[in-house]
């Protein structure tokens, strides 16, 4: 469906059948799942104050924020179709891309799109599987799939139990998609602490390396207690995908990483990572670590080692993801204050906390070291009742310059250019107004990428937004063209 909305200018505002490991994944042509309570970033509701309430009321009727899902765009940017959720009624998550496919994660399982006509997808097949988040990527016949939620065995029919259960599994789940509408469900590898995300990492044509992130609630999980301070890393056959194991788990804080509060209030302790992102061209990795950021080197793919960690104590309250630019000289990460479940696009929280962090990546070799320049955030505060915080981003493959398409949940999708690590800016956004002006409700876009001339955003909600930007500062990324993308393993675009 294509939009037919206005662009709109803010004011700123002031104050599948699918053949069985263990048990069947199910196809769905049509029909509802089951929604799954599993936990996640995925925010629930929460109760707003009268005064909260009102002045979200005043922000909509004197045009400082959009009505409630009122759809608002700049200019240079283009809404072209919007895919509603379908059999899967979870919330929506992370993108992947393949030729002419995307794969969208939903914590009910995962949907697959024909995305030959941008402007028209379609759905080609839906299995449904169980398991927060269901983090997803792909690697050639392979599609890999994090489950992060206490489950009552590794099959597509388990079902949610009490993580203090000594029996519960989480980790990877592998199906094969060497037929898109047929997707078959062929390893399970269980990791520590579960799979919240994960990176893929190639090595060669007949091996991928997968890089578990997960992390230690607290003390009450009897299969992830503290310390938690490394990740899982598997190596996968690819012709053999079954043979999947962990062959490490390196510890990467052996000093215990960020202690968080009290000795740091506000701040995250650090017990395992929230997301990685490798560069393999550069044999680096950037890790986004809860309390701490890093930078490791992977030029041997089973044993990733810390380069350089930094901590922001003053501004960040927990690290959770990376993105290098195009020469691998500067790394953005993100912080998600609140847990993508809290209102912090506003005045009250200011433009330096639930941002980006901009950090140059001097020296060389194991000599690099991550140097802070300046934050970024969007410059469109939003209403009370909006979950809005920095998300799930990638690069626009501009050469000489270094531009980001980024997921802000209610804050929409976010175009902005840190060419100048010290002067980052926005250059084009899309949004829509609140879910609701009385109350909290948590949605929004999960992750915003650009494939191949387009923007993918997967609303948690809504479903899958194809957007457009026309701008001569983007414009020559269109003659880029990928075969696949795993935004959390960058690609050498020239």
Same mark, same amino acid.
Request: net charge negative; with cysteine; proline share 10%.
């Given at each position: 469906m294509t939009s037919t909305h206005k662009p709109h200018v803010r004011r700123r505002r002031l104050g599948v059948a699918a053949a069985a490991f263990g048990m069947i994944a199910t196809f769905l042509a049509a029909g509802p799942a089951a929604?799954?309570?599993?936990?996640?970033?995925?925010?629930?509701?929460?109760?707003?104050?009268?005064e909260?309430?009102?002045?979200?009321?005043?922000?909509?009727?004197?045009?400082?924020?959009?009505?409630?899902?009122?759809i608002v765009h700049s200019k240079n940017m283009t809404h072209l179709a919007n895919i509603p959720k379908d059999a899967l009624e979870g919330t929506n998550?992370?993108? !992947?891309?393949?030729?002419?496919?995307?794969? !969208?994660?939903?914590y009910d399982g995962f949907r697959i799109f024909d995305i030959s006509d941008p402007e028209s997808p379609e759905t080609v097949s839906q299995v449904l599987c169980p398991g927060a988040q269901n983090d997803i990527s792909v690697s050639g016949d392979l599609l890999f799939l994090s489950t992060d939620s206490s489950r009552s065995d590794n099959s597509c029919n388990s079902t949610s139990q009490p993580a203090t259960e000594k029996s519960s599994w989480e980790g990877m789940k592998i199906f094969d998609i060497s037929d898109k509408r047929n997707p078959e469900y062929v390893a399970a590898v269980e990791t520590a602490c579960g799979s919240h995300t994960h990176t893929l990492m190639p090595a060669g044509r007949s091996t991928v390396y997968v890089y578990v992130s997960s992390y230690s609630p607290d003390e009450t999980f009897p299969d992830c207690k503290p310390p938690h301070d490394g990740i899982s890393v598997i190596k996968v056959p690819v012709k053999a995908p079954q043979k999947s194991a962990i062959v490490d788990f390196p510890n990467l804080?052996?000093?215990?990483?960020?202690?968080?509060?009290?000795?740091?209030p506000g701040v995250s302790r650090t017990t395992g990572c929230?997301?990685?992102?490798?560069?393999?061209?550069?044999?680096?990795?950037?890790?986004?670590?809860?309390?701490?950021?890093?930078?490791?080197?992977?030029?041997?793919?089973?044993?990733?080692?810390?380069?350089?960690?930094?901590?922001?104590?003053?501004?960040?309250a927990f690290w959770h993801s990376a993105t290098f630019n195009e020469r691998g000289t500067k790394v953005v990460f993100t912080d998600e204050l609140g847990g993508g479940g809290a209102a912090t696009c506003n005045a009250e929280i200011g433009p330096n906390r639930g941002a980006n962090g901009i950090y140059d990546l001097r020296g060389k070799g194991k000599h690099r070291e991550l140097v802070f320049k300046s934050y970024f955030k969007i410059p469109r505060h939003q209403a009370d009742t909006e979950n809005c915080v920095a998300h799930n981003g990638s690069l626009i493959p501009v050469r000489g310059r270094d531009i980001m398409v980024q997921s802000w949940y209610q804050g929409g999708v976010s175009?902005?250019?840190?060419?100048?690590?010290?002067?980052p800016k926005e250059i084009g956004y899309f949004e829509r107004g609140p879910i609701s002006a009385d109350k909290f409700v948590g949605g929004g876009t999960w992750s915003a990428y650009y494939y191949n001339g387009h923007i993918y955003s997967n609303d948690m909600v809504k479903g899958l937004d194809v957007l457009k930007i026309s701008d001569r500062r983007t414009d020559g990324a269109a003659r880029v063209r990928m075969d696949e993308l795993n935004a959390q393993t960058q690609p050498e675009y020239h």
């Open positions: 929604a799954t309570p599993d936990p996640g970033d995925a925010p629930a509701e929460k109760p707003v104050t009268q909260q309430e009102a002045e979200t009321r005043k922000a909509i009727r004197g045009g400082e924020i959009p009505g409630v899902d009122e998550s992370d993108l !992947a891309f393949q030729g002419k496919y995307a794969f !969208a994660g939903n804080f052996p000093d215990g990483g960020n202690p968080g509060g009290p000795q740091n929230h997301d990685i992102t490798t560069y393999p061209k550069l044999k680096l990795a950037a890790g986004a670590c809860m309390g701490d950021g890093l930078i490791m080197d992977v030029s041997d793919p089973a044993e990733p080692k810390v380069i350089d960690r930094v901590q922001d104590n003053v501004n960040f175009v902005w250019d840190f060419t100048n690590s010290k002067r």
